[in-house]
């Protein structure tokens, strides 16, 4: 059982019996009354995202989820494949199953599939990825004005903010997590 003083951004609890990942969570102690906890739940089948308030102390369960190492080997007709890296079984997930996820797939990354009652119902994408810029508007020479971005597509289908001097073909460290630029790596 998991308490209000662990929740954290990520942590994956049960409530009612369907399964939730908590995305923002903040401790409140007002002057009269009893501490709570406010949370942003985000239900791990649905997409949907649901606010809902915690008394300080108040005990939740994990759900039976499980994590495994899978690999992403391609897409074809709106169908994402990976392979269970353990028994080479094959999986096939959709478009709306992976949702923003399959945005910054590229083929053979090793992802963790989070699986719910035998099924496979979402991935963990690795925090950081390399990907090739495919489209993006050229830079010219003196471009190097800080903080200046212009969006750019990646050879994966996602679109992010680049600064200014990055051009197509180069390959950028992108975070997964808030799926933002990090560096140009090539």
């Known amino acids: 059982m998991y308490s209000t003083a662990d ?3 990520g942590l994956k609890i049960e409530l009612e019996g369907k399964p939730f990942t908590i995305i923002e969570f903040l401790h409140v102690k007002p002057g009269k009354g009893g501490a709570f906890v406010r949370t942003k739940l985000k239900h791990m089948l649905t997409g949907q995202v649901l606010e809902k ?3 300080a102390g108040e005990k939740v369960a994990p759900p039976n989820v499980q994590e495994k190492e899978m690999q992403y080997l391609y ?15 094959q999986v096939f997930l959709t478009a709306e199953q992976l949702r923003d996820n399959r945005l910054f797939l590229k083929e053979n990354t090793n992802v963790k599939a989070l699986i719910y009652n035998e099924e496979v119902v979402d991935i963990e994408l690795p925090n950081f990825v390399e990907l090739t810029v495919a489209q993006t508007e050229p830079g010219i020479k003196g471009n190097t004005v ?5 969006p750019a597509t990646m050879e994966s289908g996602g679109v992010i903010q680049v ?17 933002q ?6």
């Open 181 to 186: 630029y990090i560096e140009r790596t090539g």
């Open 146 to 150: 800080t903080g200046g971005t212009k």
């Open 7 to 9: 929740f954290r951004t």
């Open 75 to 89: 897409q074809d007709k709106g169908q994402y494949c990976f392979m269970d890296t353990e028994t080479f079984d």
């Open 163 to 179: 600064p200014l001097f990055v051009n197509i073909g180069d390959t950028v460290r992108i975070d997964t997590r808030t799926k």
């Open 53 to 55: 308030t915690f008394r």
